[in-house]
């Protein structure tokens, strides 16, 4: 990830300021930036199972943040990247009707539950985790196909906002069927995304 730093801390981004811990999946959130910072600092200190703050944990919650931004809100920015977004546009959602499709040719197979478990941890810990809009027709589909599918880390997944996908539900798909889609948004999966080839977390 590059070390990007806000252009203006003292201007609050949209969805106020959100740090996704990599170590426990905590979300440090607030409207203003050093409570932000503050929210951070005071989770580090009452769990010391995560180890030493870090120094430079300031550039780190920034960097990260910025991966989610629009251009001109950080520097160091390439206002050209690739960029996710957390509102569901009608290629998302015909990206997910012909993942469902190619799902259902392949006999509605599921990975084992060790690898859901798996998979779902690492989402849990993200911060393209999030909540998407639009389509809530959409997810209330999805709930009911794979209503049995459950997975530890359920209570902390949201939608991912590279691929719009509801994640209790593609946790749960062999990758033969993802990898329709996973090819298109390879550039935009963080490094330690399970679908990320090359990464740390990719399984195939």
């Not at 050093?34 to 703050?53: F, M, Q, R, S, V």
Request: charged residues 25%; negative net charge.
């Amino acid at each position: 990830m590059s070390v990007l730093r806000l252009e203006k801390p003292s201007v609050c981004p949209r969805d106020g300021f959100r740090y996704v811990f990599p170590e426990d999946g905590y979300v440090a959130w607030a409207w203003t930036y050093n409570d932000w910072i503050a929210a951070a600092k005071a989770h580090y200190h009452a769990n010391p199972e995560l180890g030493e703050e870090p120094r430079d944990l300031e550039a780190r919650m920034e960097s990260q943040l910025c991966q989610t931004l629009d251009p001109g809100w950080c520097m160091y920015d390439d206002p050209m990247r690739p960029r996710a977004s957390t509102s569901l546009t009608w290629d998302d959602v015909q990206r997910g009707l012909k993942t469902f499709a190619e799902w259902t040719l392949g006999g509605c197979k599921s990975v084992a539950q060790t690898e859901a478990d798996r998979r779902a941890e690492v989402c849990s810990r993200c911060y393209m985790n999030v909540n998407v809009t639009g389509c809530s027709a959409c997810q209330k589909v999805v709930e009911e196909i794979v209503g049995n599918w459950k997975s530890k880390s359920d209570q902390a997944l949201k939608s991912c906002a590279v691929c719009k996908c509801f994640l209790r539900a593609k946790v749960h798909f062999p990758l033969e069927t993802l990898d329709i889609e996973a090819a298109s948004l390879q550039s935009l999966y963080p490094e330690h995304c399970w679908l990320k080839r090359g990464g740390p977390n990719f399984n195939g």
